[in-house]
């Protein structure tokens, strides 16, 4: 914990290209050495970090993007829940990757209000 009450982590483990297993795209990792850890495409990701970056999860459900909300500091994050054990977390968007961009559209898709 920081001095301020808010949790500070030093992402672990290995940026490895994968296949989405929502929506089959091929993810490069990011260009800037941080672990990618959602699809570009559709903003899915995978339930496999105890601490970011780690992998040392058990569940491996699939977190599903629930909402978008903009951070003063750390720009467009993404909410995700897990499907399998109802985890919940919250991911930087990366819309300035140069190589594979998070897809603005599907950003913005979930500011949307729900019904």
């Not at 959602?38 to 999860?57: F, I, K, N, T, Y």
């Not at 399998?84 to 961009?101: F, I, S, T, V, Y």
């Amino acid at each position: 914990m920081t001095a301020s009450g808010g949790r500070r982590f030093t992402v672990q483990g290995t940026n490895n290209a994968f296949a989405c297993q929502h929506c089959g795209a091929q993810v490069l990792p990011l260009s800037n050495g941080s672990v990618r850890n959602h699809c570009p495409e559709c903003l899915h990701s995978l339930h496999v970090d105890v601490l970011p970056g780690d992998r040392a999860s058990t569940c491996h459900g699939v977190m599903v993007p629930v909402g978008a909300e903009l951070s003063g500091k750390k720009g467009w994050m993404v909410l995700h829940r897990c499907a399998k054990c109802g985890h919940e977390g919250r991911n930087r968007a990366a819309l300035d990757d140069p190589r594979q961009p998070d897809s603005w559209d599907s950003v913005i898709a979930l500011t949307a209000p729900r019904a």
